[in-house]
């Protein structure tokens, strides 16, 4: 059974930082693209960032350009999300996508950045 499980959420205030994990299993993760979605109140889900199975190739949205960093460990089936210099824009429902042949999805976990 595919399972994916994030981690890492909580309440920061803005310039702050927090690190999202996500580990898989029940699938050959190094064969998956990774990609993190986020989903704010009001507002269609958004992709975030993603990277390749090989790790070598990332694409970010341009909102979080320079300020977040996604990146994987095959050997641990995680991929992560660094999020830097966080913003109140940057409260979301951040959810993590396994992609191959189908997608697989989290449940999601909460950020919220406020003073």
């Known amino acids: 059974q595919v399972q994916l499980v994030e981690s890492g959420g909580g309440l920061v205030q803005p310039g702050g930082s927090l690190r999202l994990s996500c580990v898989a299993s029940g699938v050959t993760f190094s064969r998956y693209t990774m990609t993190w979605y986020r989903q704010a109140p009001g507002k269609e889900r958004e992709l975030v960032a993603e990277?390749?199975?090989?790790?070598?190739?990332?694409n970010y949205a341009d909102s979080v350009k320079g300020r977040f960093t996604i990146s994987r460990d095959n050997a641990k089936n995680t991929v992560y999300l660094q999020m830097n210099s966080l913003k109140p824009e940057d409260t979301a429902v951040y959810y993590c996508?396994?992609?191959?042949?189908?997608?697989?999805w989290g449940r999601g976990t909460q950020v919220t950045v406020s003073s």
């Open positions: 990277i390749t199975s090989s790790g070598i190739i990332t």
């Open positions: 996508n396994a992609y191959r042949v189908t997608a697989y």
